[in-house]
């Protein structure tokens, strides 16, 4: 301290004094996660507020997460939208494809609710081990994780539902790889969609072969339910 004072007097600072930096306590952002109520169905609830959660939620279905360096903690409302999109359909012993899976959230709902298979992608490399985690944290053993580009997803008429919830230009992009991998009679859920970008998404999708079934508009974000119909090459 001493060698500091000589040296500030020659800038004229005559008077030095030492402060203790207040520093933010470590846990302080846990209060910004509270139990999020989804539906009648689902509520999520910070692994670390699950004693005192204890017999206040009736829902039926009670996903535990930690929030990570992946999207997805349920306060988005394109996350909420898709997963009351998901509870409208009967997924029970059905494949499931989640392209920009991220935490895993929409994924680990889908086996929750019964899904004979659910693959979750995602290019983000912190994807992988956050989905095993909201797996383990909720028992589910059934997820299989693909880190990269879902239209670098080989195959045809593969599953019953897909979703996808990476923005509207995104999923334009990979409107030829949904309806090749989709099922007829199959599903898609696409959401975070701006609200100047939804009528380019609903035209790729419909010139693709898909039906709007449905949309919803959560904050500024759209989210859009298709199905296909039965056609030949298209089981």
């Not at 004693?51 to 990570?68: D, L, V």
């Not at 394109?78 to 999109?85: G, H």
């Not at 008429?157 to 309806?179: F, H, K, P, S, W």
């Not at 009679?185 to 975070?192: D, F, P, Q």
Request: some cysteine; proline content about 4%; charged content about 25%.
């Amino acid at each position: 301290m001493d060698v500091l004072r000589e040296h500030l007097r020659s800038f004229e600072i005559i008077a030095v004094r030492w402060k203790e930096p207040e520093l933010q306590h470590t846990d302080d952002w846990k209060e910004y996660f509270q139990p999020e109520v989804i539906s009648d169905e689902l509520v999520l609830i910070p692994v670390w507020r699950q004693e005192e959660a204890q017999g206040k939620y009736p829902q039926r279905y009670r996903m535990i997460f930690e929030p990570g360096g992946a999207f997805g903690t349920g306060k988005h409302a394109t996350t909420q939208s898709c997963l009351r999109y998901i509870e409208q359909l009967d997924i029970q012993g059905k494949s499931v494809l989640d392209i920009g899976a991220g935490s895993g959230i929409l994924s680990v709902y889908c086996a929750m609710r019964g899904a004979a298979s659910v693959l979750a992608a995602d290019i983000n490399p912190s994807s992988p081990s956050e989905i095993q985690h909201l797996s383990s944290l909720n028992g589910i053993h059934t997820i299989e994780v693909y880190e990269g580009d879902g239209n670098r997803l080989e195959g045809e008429n593969m599953y019953d539902l897909i979703v996808i919830n990476i923005g509207g230009e995104e999923a334009v992009r990979q409107v030829q790889t949904c309806r090749r991998l989709i099922k007829g009679t199959g599903a898609a859920i696409v959401s975070g969609i701006v609200e100047w970008v939804e009528p380019q998404v609903r035209i790729a999708y419909e010139q693709a072969g898909f039906t709007l079934r449905s949309r919803q508009m959560d904050d500024e974000w759209f989210t859009l339910l298709f199905t296909v119909e039965k056609s030949a090459g298209n089981p």
